[in-house]
């Protein structure tokens, strides 16, 4: 009994979470090194476990090069990994590479190293819309500020298409303007068809709301929100008019009417099946799409009111960072500035996602659905598009979108400028404003 | 007297395994949540003290008010409806006597309590949905207009997480009371069929006084599991749609776990312990004041 209550009391000495900080020299190296020898070096790579093949393929092609260095892979769900990061970050043998969701609240803890000396070791020429994803400020605001990760390859989101629907409901080519939208939303609805796919269990509708607040709001409002500028609010009767534009799709019936009990894999069978002409979603869904549509599907940028600017959601596959811990990290940072390498590009094309940096666009089967992908992110690179997934504001926001826009898609049960109230009160009480 | 003390003490020693298992694994866990209720902390970073204002903010959140509500809901299906069910159940399996099939009604009933409730949820997703098992069921008898996406709807999504929760907990009630029933004495039985008593009297008179206790244990447990719900709802709605599933457990989760809250997550957990225990001592008592 005692000695049950001396273990139950043992945990109640002190605060929580002393001890255990990075020092300062942990965070920012002073000396670097692009050298990493002929010795043997082991580092750790930790990542979600979506990413294990495309990782490997990563791995498999840095150390053909650099023999010496052998890399262990350690994989969490990918959900759990984005949660579970902070705790195995601040563990005694923490990993060497890690892909970071939560950036701001990461480097605020101090757990990731400054790249800054390597990038200017290296040289590395990021352009600016990618590099904003990496960096953080000294007020934990994202977009600006030292570099602290490198994506390993990028995802891209837009509108899949029905080419045999699409033919039917007298839809030439891919709408540009939203205008041009929404008349082929209503024709498809006309001819029966489902107007836009979405698995709304899942949180799919966000995609469609995003499109519309992309090109409301413009790239730099909604990177700012997302990287949590000071001040940032999505609170705004242009978001107001850009929901309201989806709410209007629900009430003209334009989503699948169960779409809050469909989740997104249920989704994408029922489009893959021609149920819809549309299906919002990203490159991850071409694979399984082009393997049961063949040519009957393709993929473009979302539209835009003008019909020439180019936004879409865009974010790091794996955005991976050098833990302060990390006692490898020269290593670490060779891995990173191989990420952005001709062979990283094409293991991430060949494996379906954007490349990292910029270059010559790897190559892509002719006619194939993923080269109609890489095509739309080159342009969106070329036209710095490339917007944050709202869901990705604060650690818990995803979970607010997700019940608003049921509410949302539920038809009447919330007002867009509602929706956005409830969204923005809770990101100001998640960061304490 | 000394010898009795000495023998008391010798006591202590078999339980000591189980108490010290007890210590950390129920007892410590406890109190650091107890104690990491009165903190601000992600989790990692050190730690401030902020008294009683997580309590504050966790009864002052009207998210929490609809969420208990649901929980409390679900008492309907987690309880009233396997305890209920499960009687007549036992009461049916006691009364036909037929060996083979009481066992293989025992086995089929008991079959869903050994399947994980995450790995139910996901089952019951599938037949939940559109054109899952559920619906076709309902087409194929002339009902087509009530079909729909259960999970999805605002009305029936939580009634449709209920009856996830009664198929989970019928088995446990059944198999509970089907060993109560075996206690009482055949002898009883046999004196009210004598006597004329029919399925009900027989069911009224001597099945449901005899099963007073195991009822209190299927009512308890039961209860505590619609109060404490997680894995149902966490793997089929994520309390959506909207917040209309939305309970405590899962509220717990996200704050602790997906925004990294430690403190406001720990202080909402002590209150849906407290909110338990306000709603058992009373039934505990009620059913044991035999």
New interface residues.
């Given amino acids: 009994m005692l000695a049950s209550l001396a273990a139950a009391g043992a945990a109640a000495c002190s605060p929580p979470g002393e001890g255990g900080r990075a020092t300062q020299d942990q965070v920012a190296p002073a000396s670097v090194s692009t050298d990493i020898g002929e010795e043997p070096i082991e580092l750790t790579l930790y990542d979600g476990a979506g990413l294990k093949a495309v990782d490997e393929a990563l791995i498999e092609a840095f150390t053909a090069k650099h023999p010496n260095v052998t890399i262990t892979t350690r994989f969490d769900p990918d959900d759990v990994q984005a949660q579970n990061a902070p705790r195995v970050l601040a563990s005694d043998d923490p990993p060497d590479i890690a892909r970071i969701i939560a950036l701001g609240d990461i480097v605020g803890n101090g757990q990731l190293t400054k790249l800054d000396a390597w990038a200017q070791a290296y040289g590395w020429e990021i352009p600016e819309g990618q590099l904003a994803m990496y960096r953080v400020d000294d007020n934990g605001v994202r977009g600006a500020g030292a570099q602290y990760t490198v994506a390993s390859g990028f995802v891209v989101t837009g509108l899949y298409y029905n080419k045999e629907i699409a033919e039917r409901v007298g839809m030439g080519e891919p709408p540009t303007t939203i205008v041009e939208l929404e008349e082929d939303l209503a024709a498809a609805k006309q001819a029966g068809v489902v107007p836009i796919m979405a698995g709304n269990q899942t949180g799919q509708l966000i995609f469609t709301v995003q499109m519309l607040l992309n090109d409301a709001l413009g790239q730099q409002a909604l990177n700012d929100w997302v990287f949590n500028a000071p001040g940032a609010t999505i609170d705004t009767s242009e978001a107001a008019d850009a929901v309201g534009t989806v709410a209007n799709w629900v009430e003209a019936g334009y989503f699948p009417a169960d779409t809050n009990g469909t989740d997104s894999t249920a989704a994408l069978g029922r489009f893959a099946r021609g149920e819809a002409l549309f299906y919002p979603s990203g490159n991850w869904d071409a694979a399984a799409l082009e393997e049961q549509m063949g040519d009957n599907v393709g993929f473009v940028l979302p539209p835009s009111s003008d019909g020439t600017s180019s936004l879409a959601m865009s974010d790091p596959v794996s955005n991976f960072a050098i833990p302060a811990k990390s006692d490898a990290k020269d290593a670490a940072a060779a891995f990173l500035d191989f990420l952005t390498s001709e062979e990283a590009r094409q293991v991430m094309v060949d494996a379906g996602f954007a490349p990292s940096g910029e270059g010559d666009a790897p190559t892509t089967e002719p006619g194939s659905l993923n080269a109609e992908v890489q095509a739309a992110f080159a342009d969106l690179v070329e036209a710095d598009g490339q917007v944050q997934f709202v869901q990705n504001a604060t650690s818990g926001i995803n979970a607010t979108w997700l019940a608003q826009t049921q509410l949302l898609a539920g038809g009447g049960r919330t007002s867009p400028a509602d929706l956005l109230t409830a969204v923005q009160a809770k990101y100001d009480e998640e960061l304490g404003r | 007297m000394t010898r009795l003390r000495h023998r008391n003490w010798q006591g202590?020693w078999f339980a000591?395994p189980a108490?010290?298992m007890?210590?950390?694994f129920v007892?410590?866990p406890?109190?650091?949540t107890?104690?990491?209720s009165f903190?601000d902390?992600?989790?990692?970073?050190?730690?401030?003290?902020v008294g009683i204002d997580n309590y504050r903010r966790v009864l002052s959140d009207p998210a929490l008010a609809s969420s208990i509500w649901h929980a409390f809901f679900l008492i309907i299906f987690f309880t009233l409806a396997p305890v209920v069910g499960g009687l007549f159940v036992a009461a049916l399996l006691q009364e036909i006597r037929i060996r083979g099939l009481a066992t293989a009604a025992r086995t089929a009933l008991f079959l869903p309590q050994i399947i994980p409730g995450a790995a139910a949820a996901i089952a019951w997703?599938w037949m939940?949905?559109?054109n899952g098992a559920v619906n076709q069921v309902l087409s194929s008898i002339g009902l087509d207009g009530i079909t729909?996406?259960?999970?999805?709807?605002?009305t029936w999504a939580l009634p449709a997480v209920g009856v996830i929760g009664t198929w989970l907990g019928l088995g446990f009630c059944t198999i509970l009371l089907i060993s109560g029933i075996g206690k009482i004495d055949t002898a009883i039985y046999e004196a009210a069929r004598l006597d004329g008593a029919g399925f009900l009297s027989t069911f009224r008179a001597v099945t449901l006084p005899g099963l007073r206790q195991e009822i209190g244990v299927c009512v308890t447990v039961t209860i505590i599991a619609a109060l404490a719900t997680f894995d149902i709802v966490f793997m089929s709605?994520?309390?959506?749609?909207?917040?209309s599933t939305m309970v405590p457990g899962v509220l717990v989760y996200?704050?602790g776990?997906?925004?990294?809250r430690?403190g406001l997550a720990s202080a909402l957990a002590i209150v849906l312990t407290a909110l338990i225990l306000v709603v058992i001592l009373p039934i505990q008592r009620f059913f044991r004041a035999a």
Avoid: H, K, M, N
């Fill in positions: 202590w000591l108490l010290l007890y210590g950390v007892l410590r406890l109190i650091s107890v104690q990491y903190y902390w992600d989790g990692i970073t050190p730690a401030t003290w997703v939940f949905s559109g729909r996406a259960w999970l999805g709807d605002f709605t994520q309390g959506g749609p909207g917040t996200q704050l776990f997906t925004e990294s430690i």
